[in-house]
């Protein structure tokens, strides 16, 4: 019984250290049908490997979902931030993108949600060009931990955060990006 309970404390002690927390939100009044370009708002970025990986890693989810680079005319604009410290966060529960898409149904309300957002926050917004409004928010929290040393850990943060946006550019259908995600 002690050897059960030990592994099971161990279990749990190695699971929370490795859990991120991933949402997002998105704007109800949003055509995303009518996107098909994007280009990145030109932000600050240290010299840090960890931003090369992630603006890597968007480039690679916006190209899978059909989005082509155009930095002289983009419909919307892709940024990212890290923060490093824990924070407050206001979002949003909402049905998945996928179901609102689908019915674009305009009895939806917004219902918002605090969160305490822990250490270590990756935030990719999606902003439309011509409003300058956000249109859609994916996060994730708690993204350093012990995995983060690892190759490729970011890119995998990142795909798991576009999880939330099953979105095409070039088609009206939602996908599953997980099975052909080279990260």
Request: charged residues 20%; proline residues 3%.
């Amino acid at each position: 019984m002690k050897k059960t309970l030990f592994f099971l404390s161990i279990i749990g002690l190695f699971s929370s250290c490795m859990r991120v927390f991933v949402d997002n939100d998105y704007r109800y009044s949003t055509h995303f049908k009518q996107y098909q370009t994007y280009a990145f708002v030109d932000c600050e970025r240290d010299t840090n490997v960890i931003c090369e990986d992630v603006q890597q890693a968007i480039q690679y989810q916006m190209r899978a979902r059909g989005y082509e680079f155009n930095a002289q005319k983009p419909n919307v604009f892709v940024n990212f931030t890290i923060y490093y410290d824990p924070l407050k966060y206001k979002g949003y529960d909402q049905p998945s993108l996928v179901n609102w898409v689908s019915t674009e149904d305009d009895n939806y309300k917004y219902q918002p949600v605090k969160y305490a957002l822990g250490s270590g926050t990756l935030m990719i917004s999606i902003i439309e060009a011509e409003t300058s409004e956000i249109v859609w928010r994916g996060y994730a929290t708690g993204i350093f931990n012990k995995a983060s040393s690892k190759q490729n850990y970011f890119k995998s943060i990142v795909r798991n955060i576009f999880d939330q946006y099953p979105l095409l550019a070039t088609d009206e259908k939602p996908q599953s990006f997980r099975e052909n995600s080279r990260y």
